[in-house]
């Protein structure tokens, strides 16, 4: 976050009554809010105020969601959050695979809304204040992981899908993701490649926590490493 008093919020949103209440409840929640009515101008004004979080509508006159979270995501990592009518499983992979930390259907609760953006913020300041996020620490030159006294080996694909999970906890990122970060030669394997190497992934980091499960399964999209649940243990 950037230094202010309190965090900056962008909402990019159309709908003038759904844009105003939310601004309320995060208002009411001690946040700073700035609100577009379209999606014309929204690349500019983040990169020129840098707000801590953007909650981006997907269908936008001017400019629709998408289009804005993958130009953001050329230069910036502020979180964003999409809000979307749109419930289709493909509008959720899109928004993942451009780089979106959460993904909220309309119409939801603004007291959830408020909810997800302080916790998307938490995980932002976390990963922002330690470099390994959570009980783990990587070791990148020997392919093992550790945990206080206890260190385990893992294998080179095992290694990179943990590391991409790990230095962006709490992102989704589908399978399609995954397995383009660990397969630098865009090889053809299938979405069951990357479910055996979770479930083997999972099965040696338990030998390190077997009280602790920090990948998890996000149904019909991906996987994500979550630290706020790892360290409360649940």
Not at 74 to 96: F, H, K, N, W, Y
Request: proline share 5%; aromatic share 4%; hydrophobic share 35%.
């Amino acid at each position: 976050m950037t230094n202010r008093t309190k965090p900056l919020i962008l909402i990019v949103e159309d709908e003038e009554r759904l844009a105003k209440l939310v601004a309320d409840y995060l208002q009411a929640s001690d946040f700073n809010v700035h609100h577009l009515t379209d999606g014309t101008n929204a690349v500019a004004w983040t990169r020129d105020e840098q707000p801590d979080l953007v909650l981006l509508d997907l269908m936008l006159p001017g400019k629709d969601g998408l289009t804005i979270c993958k130009e953001v995501r050329a230069d910036s990592q502020v979180p964003i959050i999409m809000t979307t009518a749109r419930i289709e499983e493909i509008d959720r992979l899109l928004g993942l695979e451009l780089g979106a930390d959460d993904y909220v259907c309309k119409p939801y609760s603004p007291r959830e809304l408020v909810a997800r953006v302080k916790a998307v913020l938490r995980r932002t300041l976390q990963t922002g204040q330690s470099r390994t996020p959570g009980p783990l620490t990587l070791l990148p030159d020997r392919l093992r992981v550790r945990s206080g006294d206890c260190e385990i080996e893992l294998t080179a694909v095992e290694f990179a899908l943990l590391e991409t999970l790990h230095e962006s906890p709490g992102r989704i990122f589908s399978r399609d993701r995954l397995m383009d970060r660990i397969y630098k030669d865009h090889r053809v394997v299938s979405d069951r490649t990357i479910d055996s190497h979770v479930k083997k992934l999972r099965r040696k980091l338990a030998e390190l926590l077997p009280e602790r499960e920090l990948i998890h399964s996000v149904y019909g999209v991906g996987y994500r490493y979550e630290v706020a649940e790892a360290e409360e243990g649940n």
